[in-house]
Structure formats: C-alpha cells, structure tokens
C-alpha cells in the first residue's frame, strides 16, 4: 500500500521528532472547504499529540477526527463517509499511541466503577492516581468504551513488546473495519487508502502498522 504523498507526512513527522515543526499556526487567508491534502486523519484525542504539528500539515490541509483511543467507532465512520464522499479526501491515516491510557481499563470494569462496584471503584482509583467517585447509576450510552483488547496495564506505562502488539490490533481493527465498510470505497476510480500508524509520545515518531495481520486474542 505504498502512497508517496503519505510517505511525505513521514518526512515531515521525522522533522518534527528532531524538532523542526512545519506546521505555521497564524490564519492562512480565505480557503475552499475541502482539505488541500484531500486527506482526513484519525487520532486519538491524548494531550500529548499534535495532529498537525507530527505530520507537517497546514490549516486547510486535512480533516482531524479525534477520540479517546483513535478508534473507529460509528461516529468516526460518520465523519470519514462525509469527508470521503461529500469533501473530497482520498487518503485515511489512523493514528494510535504509545502509553495510551486505553490500554489501562477495560469497559466492563469502568462500567462497573460508573455504577457503583466498590472494587471496581478502587481499581480505577489506584489506576489513575485520582479518587474515583462512581456516579452509581446505569445508562445505556455510550454502549461501548471501546477499551483496547489484551491484559490491562498500569496507566502511561512505558512501551513495550506486548503493549505495541496491543496498539497494532486496534490499528488493525480499525483499518478492516474502515477498508470493509459498504460506504467507503477501496478500488476503482474513487477508491481511499488507509495506512495505519503508532506514535511514540516519548520520541515524537510515527511508526507503521503493517496491515493485514493479527487483530488481537483473548489472552
Ligand atoms: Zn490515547
């Protein structure tokens, strides 16, 4: 899936890592509603990334869809639909990132401290060094947290072997679920790319995921 004008994104992401960002943050003028780039990323909402900054890219250049894990859930279907289809954009990067605290819980143990499981509650305090206070009630949305599979680890914890493994199968995930939506097409004359990517939040570089390949376990 090679694609030169991501692979551009990448040299502008190695400047950025060694600290030279392209990104100018000044108003740029008058410009037309669809991304310059025809390019559309999605990312996770973690403080420590700049979409923008980490690819090099203008204002104007690209839509940003953002959430907690980067993961793609039907809103950001939604939004990859309207950018494809109705704004131009051609090419899809899915970010993922080191130290991401969707590796640090899981749905059904959140969901369990939200409703009032004083295990639950403790766990998650202890998780994330702040007081858990359960609201000890149930709701039926968000339906899912979308917490990434595999064995929880502590909150911002270094990375490792298992830890990329875990971040490569939701890339993965994401990736098939895009690539095998009925909405968004993958060959002929309209067809979208999508290329999938980790971010070490501790170097500031893009690494990526390579696609298709395992997609996650149970143990
Ligand atoms: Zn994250």
Known sequence: MGNSSIDRYLEHNSQYASGQALHKPTYPGKQPIQPARRLAVLACMDARLDVEDLLGLQTGDAHIIRNAGGVVNDDAIRCLIISHHLLNTNEIILIHHTRCGMLAFTDDLLKAGLE?????????????????????????????????????????????????????????????????????????????????????????????????GPMGSVG
């Open 116 to 212: 009032g499981d004083p295990e639950a509650e403790a766990l998650l305090g202890k998780a994330t060094g702040r007081a858990f206070v359960s609201c000890k009630r149930s709701a039926a949305t968000p339906s899912a947290f979308h917490a990434f599979r595999g064995p929880v680890e502590p909150l911002d914890a270094p990375r490792d072997a298992k830890q990329m493994e875990r971040l490569a199968w939701d890339v993965r995930r994401g990736m098939s679920s895009i690539l095998n939506h009925p909405w968004i097409p993958t060959s002929g004359p309209d067809a979208v790319t999508v290329r999938g990517f980790v971010y070490d939040v501790d170097s500031g570089k893009l690494e990526e995921v390579t696609y298709p």
